[in-house]
């Protein structure tokens, strides 16, 4: 199994930034296909960033321009970058994990909002004011 662990979620000032960090724990495989969601309260979650085997990379459209996602597989540890920080930024921030061995399989999950994905971690709460 994967375990997936967030820190970096607290309170920012608008117009800032933040990084956000998620150790994953588990087989190599089932880390190939990984993800950042977000949730506001009484809002569906949405996608914000996407990486297939270290390399393709997909962004929500809400965003595209501000946020940057990589992964290092060696340390098993996945990052979410997101600057120019707006209110609606706001949410619970989860990491996510899937098994997916495609790179389409993985963005065809990672676009209906991460429903299909197999791990996920606890959620850390970004603010943003």
């Known amino acids: 199994d994967v375990q997936l662990v967030e820190s970096g979620g607290g309170s920012v000032e608008v117009g800032g930034s933040l990084n956000l960090s998620c150790s994953a724990s588990g087989y190599e495989y089932s880390t190939n296909c990984m993800a950042w969601f977000r949730q506001a309260p009484g809002k569906e979650r949405e996608g914000v960033a996407g990486?297939?085997?270290?390399?393709?990379?997909y962004y929500g459209d809400s965003v595209k321009g501000r946020a940057t996602i990589s992964q290092d597989k060696v340390k098993n540890m996945l990052y979410l970058q997101l600057t120019g920080l707006r209110p609606e930024d706001t949410a619970i921030y989860y990491c996510?994990?899937?098994?997916?061995?495609?790179?389409?399989?993985?963005?065809?999950?990672?676009?209906?909002?991460?429903?299909?994905?197999?791990?996920w971690g606890q959620g850390t709460q970004v603010t943003v004011s």
């Open positions: 996510a994990a899937d098994s997916a061995f495609t790179g389409g399989l993985c963005y065809g999950r990672f676009t209906r909002s991460g429903g299909d994905f197999d791990h």
């Open positions: 990486i297939y085997n270290g390399r393709d990379k």
